[in-house]
């Protein structure tokens, strides 16, 4: 196991630079998520680690090395990708123990790690079958055993879960954590998906146009996003954005006027945005009133989307409610729930 230090990292195609001066610092044995939308260099960042992407400019340090210009071979990491990357025409067996072939060791050692992985992993009735006989969550757990018996310092994920169905992604979900905290290898994982980040880190970091917005634990960043952006992309569904002023020491949003967060320091007249996450509206005579545009009964909870002042605000309700498309509906936020953020630069105003 070991710690990753970046410094000032940059990478630019030519005159397109796409990631920014990033620095971050990933504990020994820490499962780090890199998460953002399709095209905010997460992926590139990991490549980077892995020394598939050259380094434009900056350090990475895996433990004491630098290790800037080693071939991905020398880096002592291992690599999960989307799509798997099995030999078709290799058994499981085969398939998990290769790398070592590759590096000389005697075949009884790897025949012993290679079963301790798939013990490990539940591959043992598998380990003579090839990748064709098996399910995508059984290739996607031989993948991840190909990279265990390498006993790397750094695990490296990309977007591993993509090609799964949504029942299996549960499933592969728990069974990485597991992983992880069983071997307690470093991990750095990217995904898009934010619900993935959210349950399986221990640390986000949220990525934007090759910069990080924030790095936290997921309560941190759900709980105080940084700006409008972290606060928008945390959680499902997203947090209600609603433009307004503060007007008399509150919030002036959708012909309403809202009681602020106690820790807000907003200035009076100040143009604002007010974000409300839908499990802290409730229905009330006061506040935000409107038209309901969809009703969406998921079992466990009711989501209740309802157009006011031109937006469309969602409420998620635990109790059963008997709303319908076109009921009139007045939502109170909970004021201590609140985020208020600056609307011209985005940014947290606590």
């Not at 971050?24 to 992407?53: H, N, Q, W, Y």
């Not at 990708?81 to 078709?88: E, G, K, R, S, V």
């Not at 959708?254 to 229905?283: C, H, K, W």
């Amino acid at each position: 196991m070991a710690e990753v230090t970046i410094r000032d990292l940059r990478k630019a195609y030519g005159a397109a630079q796409v990631i920014h001066g990033l620095n971050l610092d990933i504990a020994d044995g820490e499962f780090v998520v890199l998460v953002g939308p399709s095209g905010c260099g997460k992926s590139t960042l990991l490549r980077m680690l892995a020394g598939l992407e050259e380094i434009t400019a900056g350090d990475i340090n895996i433990g004491p090395r630098r290790v800037n210009n080693l071939p991905p071979s020398e880096r002592d990491i291992a690599m999960v990708f989307q799509n798997y990357a099995l030999y078709p025409h290799k058994t499981v067996a085969a398939n998990m123990g290769f790398a070592l072939k590759m590096r000389g060791m005697e075949a009884g050692a790897i025949r012993q790690k290679v079963e301790r992985a798939a013990e490990v992993l539940g591959l043992t009735p598998y380990l003579d079958r090839f990748p064709r006989a098996l399910s995508g969550g059984q290739r996607q757990r031989v993948a991840m055993g190909r990279a265990i018996v390498r006993d790397p310092q750094v695990f490296l994920f990309d977007e591993p879960l993509s090609n799964l169905d949504a029942k299996l992604r549960v499933q592969m979900r728990t069974e990485i954590k597991e992983l992880h905290l069983r071997l307690k290898t470093t991990t750095v994982y990217v995904t898009h998906d934010q619900i993935e980040a959210m349950t399986m880190a221990d640390k986000i970091v949220v990525m934007q146009g090759g910069r990080i917005e924030q790095v936290g634990a997921p309560l941190e960043l759900y709980d105080r996003p940084a700006n409008v952006f972290v606060a928008s992309f945390i959680g499902s569904p997203a947090m209600n954005m609603i433009d307004g002023r503060i007007v008399g020491g509150m919030a002036e949003v959708a012909g309403a006027r809202l009681a602020l967060p106690a820790s807000t320091t907003a200035s009076e007249g100040q143009d604002i945005v007010f974000g409300i996450r839908p499990e802290y509206f409730r229905p009330a005579d006061q506040g935000l009133s409107g038209k309901i545009a969809v009703v969406e009964p998921t079992g466990s909870e009711t989501h209740v989307v309802a157009r006011i002042g031109g937006k469309d605000l969602t409420a998620v309700f635990r109790d059963r409610v008997s709303y319908r498309p076109g009921d009139s509906i007045t939502l109170a936020p909970d004021a201590g729930a609140a985020h208020i953020f600056d609307k011209a630069t985005g940014a947290r105003i606590s």
